[in-house]
């Protein structure tokens, strides 16, 4: 979603599209909040799932954070970041405050996928004429941050990290020989 909000090495429409999101995550929020009844509403297809969605906009907004060349795109919609931020966590206390969420299981194979999903992220970034300042350390650490949530949501809604994190470096989705 980075390098799509990069076209031609261009971000200046990326603050206005971050924008924009913000304002339908707060719309798909404010539904839950006054229709309770969408709690129990499930997508076949995980694509269009909330844990989803909440997962790949707070990823989003932790790749600015942590990988993105702060001298070049240093002012890359702070505001607006920051309200994307603040929706998807809302969002995702709303469901784990008002659905029965499942416990968190936090294991030390979660830190090597948190590692594994952002080299691939890096790739496509690169792929993608994305001036970078890696920062994988920062990245995992702000991820365990944001994640929980979504690690109780998801599998509540029925759906597993797999199918919510779909990220994966590009020797890992290669046929195996």
Do not use: W
Not at 9 to 17: P, V
Not at 20 to 36: C, G, I, Q, V, W
Request: aromatic share 8%; charged share 20%.
């Amino acid at each position: 979603m980075l390098a799509r909000l990069h076209p031609n090495g261009d971000f200046s429409n990326a603050t206005s599209e971050l924008g924009n999101l913000a304002r339908s995550l707060a719309m798909t929020k404010e539904a839950h909040h006054f229709y309770p009844l969408l709690f129990y509403f499930r997508s076949r297809e995980p694509l269009y799932s909330v844990s989803r969605m909440t997962f790949i906009l707070l990823d989003l907004t932790t790749l600015i954070d942590t990988t993105l060349d702060r001298r070049k795109h240093g002012a890359l919609g702070a505001a607006a970041v920051g309200s994307l931020q603040s929706c998807a966590h809302l969002l995702l206390s709303t469901l784990d405050r008002n659905f029965p969420t499942v416990a968190e299981n936090k294991n030390d194979a979660q830190t090597s996928n948190f590692k594994s999903s952002y080299a691939a992220a890096l790739e496509v970034l690169r792929c993608g004429g994305v001036e970078i300042q890696p920062d994988a350390k920062r990245y995992v650490n702000q991820r365990s941050q944001r994640g929980p949530f979504v690690r109780r949501v998801g599998p509540a809604l029925g759906y597993g990290m797999d199918e919510t994190d779909c990220r994966r470096p590009a020797k890992e989705t290669a046929p195996s020989q």
